[in-house]
Structure formats: C-alpha cells, structure tokens
C-alpha cells in the first residue's frame, strides 16, 4: 500500500466519469403495462429523454435527440409527461419539449413523428405547459398552463386548461380552453375525480412559497368542461398541503403539515374535515419545488403507496383502514418524489450509499423489490465508493445539526501517520431541500483523492419537520451559515479534520452560503461559489416569479428591513472575504443570474485575492452537460490543491486572479 499524503491519492474516479453519471431517471409512470420513466443524458447536451420498458423487460429510448423532456413552468418545472392506451392499441404520449416549451402528441409505435399540440407565444417566457393529464374520452390533456403577459419575469399568469389533442390549438391560443380563473398565482395540475364530476388541485400566493402554506381547491366540473363553484377545502398560510389525490370511494387524499408534520389525511370532499391515516413524526411529502412531484398514490386495493421517512425516506405501503404501515425491503436510503402503480406492482426510483438512483418495482403480493430500469452500473470497482457517516451535532444555543460525513477512502493508499485530512463542507441548495444519503460521484471524486466531505442539512432543511426548516425564517445566511461552521469545528476538534484546510462550498442557496461563510466567518482557508445568490437587495428583482419574494420569509419583510438585506449580502462586504474562491455561473441562468456573480468579481478587482470565475455558455441553473461538470470539478480540486499545498499533476490548473 502507497503512502501518500491526503489529496494526492490516484484515483480511478475522474470528472469525466462523475460528469457522465449525473442526473437521475424521474417521474415514472404506466402506460397500459408498460412502465415509461424521463432519464437524463449529460453525454447529449445535457437533454432528457423519454424510456419505456417493455412487458418482455427490453429498455428503450422514447425520443432521439435533439428532443429534450423538460418543462420550465416556474424554471423548475415538473411532470413533463403523460401517456395512455389508446383505443385499439399501442401508447399514446404528451411532452414538453424543453427548447420551444410546446407541448407535442407521439404515437411511438406510428409512421410519423411528435405533433405540436400548443403554439409560440412571442411575449416574455412565453406559453409554458406541466403536470398533463390525457383524457381520451373528452380529446383533451389538461394541465397547468403559464403563460407570460410582459417582458418583466413577474409579468406571469397560471391556470388550469385544457389543450385539444387534435392539434388545433397548434397555432391558435383561442383554442385552449381555460378551466380554473386566474386568482391564484400558482397551482398544480388537476386530479379528477373518479365520477369525474369533481376536480381537486393545490393552489397558493406570494408572498408564500408552497412550504409555507397552500390551498386544496375543489370544483365541479360543469357539462361545458370547466371549473365551478371553486372553494377552498383545506390548507392557508400556515398550512402546506403538498399533495391531493383521490381515492376510489370518492374521498381525498391529503399530504399536509398540519400536525408540524408532513402526514396523510383523508378528506371528505362535501364536510372538508381530515382524518390522519397514521400520524407519525416524519415526513410523507416534502417541499414543492417541481410541479407534478409524487409522494403517495393509492391503489386498487385502496392500500397507499407512500414514499416516507425523518431524514432518510424509503417506500412503504399503508393501509387506512388499519393504518398499519409496511416498508419495502432492500438496501435503499432514499426514494424520489415519484411513485406510480399497475395493479399490484409499485414503481419508484431510489438510491442508496452504493447504488445511484434507479428504477425499483415492489411486488405488493410477495413483497419483493427489484430493480427494472436505469439500473446502477459501477463504473469504477465500488471499493473507492466512501463510506457515510450519519452524524448529529450540536450547534449555537444547543440546538442539533444533521449532517453526513464522508471520511476520505481509498484502498490502495494511506496516508501519514501525523497528518489530518482536509475537509469540503458542502451546504445544499434549496435552502428549503436537504442532502439525500445517496451515492454522489462528485463526493467520490474528492474522497477518493483523501479529501473528505460533509453534507450538512443545516437548519431550514427539510425531512425533519416543520420547526427545524423554520428555524431558517428570517435567519437565512446567520442560522445556515452557524450551522455548517460548528460542523467544520467540529470536525477539526475532535480530531476528525485539519483544521487548517478546510473548506466549503455550495450551488444556488448553498452558494450564498458559501459566500456568506467566506464573508462572515475565519473557519474556511477556500470556498467554491456556484451559480449563487450574492446580493439580496438586487435579486429579487433579477431573478424569476416563482421564487421573487421568497426572502419575505428567508430575510423578513423587505420595506421594514432594508437594511438586513444590504448587511447580509456577501457583495456588499467583498473586503471581508480574504479567503481564495472559485465563482461558477451558467449563461442562461434565470434564477440565479449571471449579473450576482458579476457584481461580485468586480467587487473583488485589485483586492490581491485570489480567485477565478468561469462562466458556462449554454448552461442554466443547475450544471446538465457533461462537459460543464468535468471542467468544473478539476477547477474545484485545483483550487483547493493550490490553497492546501497539494501536488496535483494531473489535472489542469486553475488560474487564480487577484
């Protein structure tokens, strides 16, 4: 075995490989007894794809490229399909295309090719579709409709409507029928009732977003095919109702916080009083970042298939009637918001500390699960994988911070007997979303090499209840950035890190935290800063609708406390950051734009600083193509190899400006 000290070890895990194993399959679904699912291509530009899986277990793609499956409804979209059988015989799908956001009509097993469905609006973002439902019997696929009314990103409406599938509404906008009013500014898809009589879906307003409080709305659905007598059935601005589905009795199903927890109720649609299914202190939802996302479905038996868990989630089936919960077996820590059924067969896509995510089927008559699509393929021999370490520690005031530790790991090397490793705090994005405990390439990558990780679901993230994500509420680069610093002393005290090279890093929310760290705190020798925000004052002005006025709850009330915003804004102190940083920023991004990071390195010119800002043409929020994530890794590790002393040969190196 070498001995080499920590950050040079060989590695078989290279950027190139944890670029091309990025992304994950999503939103899976049945089409008749075909299970269909979008997976992400980093090798292709970054695009996603349809793939259907076939009754004999052949796995194919849907879609060639250029078609790219992906939705931009408030720029983080959502359920960006639906299929059905038609009549007859063979699949009939919808999508959106990501490039003209339009939505098409396939019949893969045809002669011809997708058929636009929506038109081209010139005007703003444009017309913008998610969360569809095909209705064959009506000719139809309802869904959320967005759509721009000016040129400003906030010049936005959203409804409920129902596009034609015969093509007609292709080039005329009066040709899609709305259903609900515009009253609400955001709203998920419908669910319709069995009867179909009836039609439920999840509506909310600014200043909220929807973790903090939304609206169950229930309709009648009139002879014309719209919406009437609309009211609200459930929820308000304390109260997250994630989810609504309908059960075969004709009853609701609710994910809501009411109880300071996301649980499941049921709901009579006419007396509108829940009942808990099984109250439980943990999660059976989460935050709706992405329209169309899936934490429960029932059955036809009328057992529920529900994606649960306090920090961790995993997939169980619960029965309401007893409220008798049964988890699936296998060795999976993690399961998305995505869950379909055909029967007696359930289908979601997981993930576990040696298995990227998959497709998964559980059996509910024999309780088995199996993987049957997307499967895990080690690209390198998993004995390099890192070894997590599920950890609780304490903060300011006593108060506990979950974090994963990922001590650095390689067989074939050691390190000096008298030497700790350097340490990365990684804070995620979000800030309302945590860090899964799943296997990550790009974690790899730096542990295999002798330096060490840790996640930390610093305060405000969810999968632990209510209390611990508003402990972010108006504490938003104090309470996340305290957080992620005990966790770094913490490490460093007990021996576990060097305290003199550590680091820390973080995209979109997790980049403000970084740079806020960097600004605030003398923990850190280096950060990487990626796609941030970096000034609060300006933001809300240049980002999108969606997230607009979410430091109402994240900083407070922006007329009362101006002054919160300018002092918390790393921009405005650029001469407290001694510390060396590399700023990465996609071109196209619309929620983190590249004018943040600008303001930034002007603010750091002459400063004697070092630091370096690649920006990537072609790239919005959130790194897709390949190409982007291997140059942006090598210049991370370049960065902390010429902070930490450590010879790094093999990789370019990053020119550090000051």
């Given at each position: 075995?070498?001995?080499?000290?920590?950050?040079?070890?060989e590695?078989?895990?290279?950027?190139?490989?944890?670029?091309?194993?990025?992304?994950?399959?999503?939103y899976?679904?049945?089409?008749?007894?075909?299970?269909?699912?979008?997976?992400?291509?980093?090798?292709?530009?970054?695009?996603?794809?349809?793939?259907?899986?076939?009754?004999?277990?052949?796995?194919r793609?849907?879609?060639?490229?250029?078609?790219?499956?992906?939705s931009?409804?408030?720029?983080?979209?959502?359920?960006?399909?639906?299929?059905?059988?038609?009549?007859?015989?063979?699949?009939l799908?919808?999508?959106?295309?990501?490039?003209?956001?339009?939505?098409?009509?396939?019949?893969?097993?045809?002669?011809?090719?997708?058929?636009?469905?929506?038109?081209?609006s010139?005007t703003?973002?444009?017309l913008?579709?998610?969360?569809?439902?095909?209705?064959?019997?009506?000719?139809?696929v309802?869904?959320?409709?967005?759509?721009?009314?000016?040129?400003?990103?906030?010049?936005?409406?959203?409804?409920?409507?129902?596009v034609?599938?015969?093509?007609?509404?292709?080039?005329?906008r009066?040709?899609?029928?709305?259903?609900?009013?515009?009253?609400h500014?955001?709203?998920?898809?419908?669910?319709?009732?069995?009867?179909?009589?009836r039609?439920?879906?999840?509506?909310?307003?600014?200043?909220?977003?929807?973790?903090?409080?939304?609206?169950?709305?229930?309709?009648?659905?009139?002879?014309?095919?719209?919406?009437?007598?609309?009211?609200?059935?459930?929820?308000?601005?304390?109260?997250?109702?994630?989810?609504?589905?309908?059960?075969?009795?004709?009853?609701?199903?609710?994910?809501?916080?009411?109880?300071?927890?996301?649980?499941?109720?049921?709901?009579?649609?006419?007396?509108?009083?829940?009942?808990?299914?099984?109250?439980?202190?943990?999660?059976?939802?989460?935050?709706?970042?992405?329209?169309?996302?899936?934490?429960?479905?029932?059955?036809?038996?009328?057992?529920?298939?529900?994606?649960?868990?306090?920090?961790?989630?995993?997939?169980?089936?619960?029965?309401?009637?007893?409220?008798?919960?049964?988890?699936?077996?296998?060795?999976?820590?993690?399961?998305?918001?995505?869950?379909?059924?055909?029967?007696?067969?359930?289908?979601?896509?997981?993930?576990?500390?040696?298995?990227?995510?998959?497709?998964?089927?559980?059996?509910?008559?024999?309780?088995?699960?199996?993987?049957?699509?997307?499967?895990?393929?080690?690209?390198?021999?998993?004995?390099?994988?890192?070894?997590?370490?599920?950890?609780?520690?304490?903060?300011?005031?006593?108060?506990?911070?979950h974090?994963?530790?990922?001590?650095?790991?390689?067989?074939?090397?050691?390190?000096?007997?008298?030497?700790?490793?350097?340490?990365?705090?990684?804070?995620?994005?979000?800030?309302?979303?945590?860090?899964?405990?799943?296997?990550?390439?790009?974690?790899?990558?730096?542990?295999?090499?002798?330096?060490?990780?840790?996640?930390?679901?610093?305060?405000?993230?969810?999968?632990?209840?209510?209390?611990?994500?508003?402990?972010l509420?108006?504490?938003?680069?104090?309470?996340?950035?305290?957080?992620?610093?005990?966790?770094?002393?913490?490490?460093?005290?007990?021996?576990?890190?060097?305290?003199?090279?550590?680091?820390v890093?973080?995209?979109?929310?997790?980049?403000?935290?970084?740079?806020?760290?960097?600004?605030?705190?003398?923990?850190?020798?280096?950060?990487?800063?990626?796609?941030?925000?970096?000034?609060?004052?300006?933001?809300?002005?240049?980002?999108?609708?969606?997230?607009?006025?979410?430091?109402?709850?994240?900083?407070?009330p922006r007329?009362?406390?101006?002054?919160?915003?300018?002092?918390?804004?790393?921009?405005?102190?650029?001469?407290?950051?001694?510390?060396?940083?590399?700023?990465?920023?996609?071109?196209?991004?619309?929620?983190?734009?590249?004018?943040?990071?600008?303001?930034l390195?002007?603010?750091?010119?002459?400063?004697?600083?070092?630091?370096?800002?690649?920006?990537?043409?072609?790239?919005?929020?959130?790194?897709?193509?390949?190409?982007?994530?291997?140059?942006?890794?090598?210049?991370?590790?370049?960065?902390?190899?010429?902070?930490?002393?450590?010879?790094?040969?093999?990789?370019?190196?990053?020119?550090?400006?000051?």
């Amino acid at each position: 075995m070498t001995v080499k000290p920590y950050g040079a070890w060989e590695s078989p895990i290279d950027a190139g490989t944890a670029a091309s194993h990025d992304g994950r399959p999503d939103y899976v679904g049945r089409v008749g007894d075909e299970l269909w699912w979008v997976a992400p291509r980093p090798d292709e530009g970054g695009r996603a794809t349809l793939m259907r899986r076939g009754v004999e277990g052949d796995e194919r793609t849907v879609l060639p490229a250029p078609w790219n499956v992906r939705s931009r409804v408030i720029e983080y979209g959502g359920l960006p399909w639906a299929g059905t059988e038609r009549p007859g015989g063979g699949p009939l799908v919808v999508f959106v295309n990501f490039a003209d956001q339009r939505l098409y009509a396939y019949e893969p097993d045809g002669p011809d090719g997708p058929r636009p469905l929506t038109p081209v609006s010139g005007t703003g973002g444009g017309l913008r579709w998610v969360d569809p439902v095909i209705l064959l019997d009506r000719g139809e696929v309802w869904c959320v409709m967005e759509e721009f009314t000016g040129e400003s990103p906030t010049d936005v409406r959203r409804v409920v409507a129902a596009v034609p599938l015969d093509g007609s509404a292709a080039e005329r906008r009066g040709a899609v029928r709305e259903l609900s009013d515009d009253r609400h500014r955001f709203v998920t898809g419908p669910r319709l009732s069995p009867d179909g009589r009836r039609v439920a879906w999840i509506a909310w307003d600014h200043p909220r977003m929807p973790w903090d409080g939304t609206e169950l709305r229930l309709a009648e659905v009139g002879e014309d095919g719209v919406f009437h007598d609309a009211r609200t059935l459930l929820g308000g601005p304390a109260e997250s109702v994630a989810q609504t589905e309908w059960a075969a009795d004709g009853t609701l199903l609710v994910a809501t916080d009411r109880s300071g927890w996301w649980n499941l109720y049921r709901v009579d649609p006419d007396k509108g009083t829940p009942a808990p299914l099984r109250p439980l202190e943990e999660e059976f939802a989460g935050p709706l970042w992405r329209i169309g996302q899936r934490w429960f479905t029932p059955l036809d038996s009328g057992l529920i298939a529900v994606v649960h868990g306090r920090g961790a989630t995993t997939l169980g089936i619960l029965d309401p009637e007893t409220g008798d919960l049964v988890d699936a077996p296998g060795p999976w820590t993690e399961w998305a918001p995505t869950v379909a059924v055909c029967g007696t067969r359930v289908t979601g896509v997981a993930a576990s500390p040696r298995t990227a995510y998959e497709v998964v089927e559980l059996d509910t008559r024999t309780g088995r699960t199996r993987v049957v699509g997307s499967a895990h393929d080690d690209p390198v021999d998993p004995v390099y994988y890192p070894e997590p370490q599920i950890r609780i520690f304490t903060g300011p005031g006593g108060r506990e911070i979950h974090a994963h530790v990922y001590p650095p790991h390689n067989p074939d090397v050691i390190a000096p007997a008298d030497e700790l490793p350097p340490y990365v705090v990684w804070a995620h994005g979000g800030p309302t979303s945590r860090s899964p405990l799943v296997l990550d390439l790009e974690i790899a990558y730096f542990t295999s090499r002798g330096i060490g990780v840790a996640e930390v679901n610093y305060g405000g993230s969810t999968g632990y209840g209510r209390e611990y994500r508003e402990r972010l509420r108006e504490q938003w680069g104090v309470v996340d950035v305290e957080d992620c610093a005990a966790v770094a002393r913490a490490l460093a005290g007990e021996g576990t890190a060097d305290p003199e090279r550590l680091a820390v890093r973080g995209g979109s929310a997790g980049g403000w935290t970084t740079a806020a760290s960097l600004a605030t705190t003398d923990v850190y020798a280096c950060g990487t800063v990626i796609y941030p925000v970096l000034d609060l004052t300006e933001w809300v002005f240049d980002t999108h609708d969606f997230e607009s006025q979410y430091l109402e709850s994240l900083v407070g009330p922006r007329e009362e406390v101006q002054a919160r915003y300018r002092d918390r804004s790393p921009v405005n102190h650029a001469e407290r950051i001694t510390g060396p940083f590399l700023l990465l920023q996609g071109l196209d991004d619309v929620i983190c734009p590249p004018v943040q990071a600008e303001r930034l390195i002007a603010a750091m010119a002459g400063r004697g600083v070092p630091h370096a800002y690649i920006a990537f043409e072609g790239e919005g929020h959130g790194f897709r193509r390949a190409d982007t994530m291997r140059r942006a890794l090598e210049a991370e590790l370049s960065l902390y190899a010429q902070t930490f002393r450590i010879d790094r040969p093999d990789i370019p190196v990053l020119e550090l400006k000051q």
